[in-house]
């Protein structure tokens, strides 16, 4: 995986520009200056790596816009040693960001099986470590660790998945896109045992949260 001053250079105003759209926090941007883009983006679209948009990647997807996670990773409100669920791995670029927050612990949920496998791969070869890359569906989870610190979505779904409520940890924050063809971003922040602070954070545009047919 190679980095190149072109790419360093190309990341350095793409900070500049997540600035000046208002994203504040100091580890978020740092994040976003460390992580090669270019990496996680389909071959033969490399050159955009560094475009504030998205782009498509294999099974139909796509690669998040910068904007849009670091947007969503500022509202995580990340501190150390907090344990983090991300539903929809894609290409991997979010978890990338996730795990580029200093002492922060990543699980990463996908249920397609081309891009879980492929990314999985990407993974190692990049020698980046998650705690575990899981197969699986979003909708459920991943009780086996709950509780988290935080969990993030990045696909749109049409309502909050109740287990998503139920694996929070106390002051845990959950960030979601919510609703069908547009999306309001939403963060829930857990205050006690069935009890949630909601608040919205503008429209933004993500491909679907799709269900499991069993
Ligand atoms: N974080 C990714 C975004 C990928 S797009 C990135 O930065 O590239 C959203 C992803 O969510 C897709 O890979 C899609 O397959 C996955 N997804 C959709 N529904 C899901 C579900 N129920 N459980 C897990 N992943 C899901």
Same mark, same amino acid.
């Given at each position: 995986?190679?980095d %190149?001053?072109k790419y360093q ?9 997540l600035k ?6 100091k580890?978020? #941007? ?12 389909d071959?033969?679209l490399e050159?955009? %790596? ?5 782009y498509?990647?294999?099974a139909n997807?796509?690669? %998040? ?9 500022q509202?995580?409100?990340?501190? !150390?040693? *907090?344990?983090v ?5 894609? %290409?991997?670029?979010q978890?990338?960001? #996730?795990?580029a927050?200093?002492g922060? !612990?990543?699980?990463?949920?996908e249920r397609?099986?081309e891009?879980f ?27 086996? !660790? ?11 779904a049409?309502k909050v998945?109740?287990p ?6 106390i002051g ?6 919510l609703?069908?063809?547009?999306q309001?971003?939403t963060?829930?922040v ?18 679907? #949260?799709?269900? *499991?047919k069993?």
């Amino acid at each position: 995986m190679i980095d %190149s001053t072109k790419y360093q250079g190309q990341r350095r105003r793409l900070v500049k520009l997540l600035k000046e759209k208002g994203i504040q926090d100091k580890g978020v #941007l740092d994040a976003m200056g460390r992580v090669p883009r270019h990496c996680f983006m389909d071959p033969g679209l490399e050159g955009y %790596s560094y475009v504030d948009k998205a782009y498509p990647i294999a099974a139909n997807q796509t690669i %998040s816009q910068p904007y849009t996670v670091a947007f969503q990773t500022q509202l995580m409100e990340l501190k !150390k040693g *907090d344990c983090v669920l991300e539903i929809g791995t894609g %290409s991997g670029y979010q978890t990338a960001v #996730l795990l580029a927050i200093e002492g922060v !612990k990543v699980y990463t949920i996908e249920r397609q099986l081309e891009l879980f496998k492929k990314t999985a791969m990407l993974f190692k070869k990049m020698r980046l470590n998650p705690k575990k890359v899981i197969f699986g569906d979003g909708y459920k989870g991943f009780p086996e !660790k709950a509780p988290f610190d935080a969990i993030i979505v990045t696909a749109g779904a049409p309502k909050v998945p109740i287990p998503l409520m139920e694996q929070l940890a106390i002051g845990g924050r959950l960030v979601i896109p919510l609703g069908e063809e547009k999306q309001i971003m939403t963060r829930y922040v857990k205050t006690a045992q069935k009890a949630f602070d909601r608040q919205s954070f503008g429209t933004f545009k993500f491909v679907p #949260l799709l269900k *499991d047919k069993n």
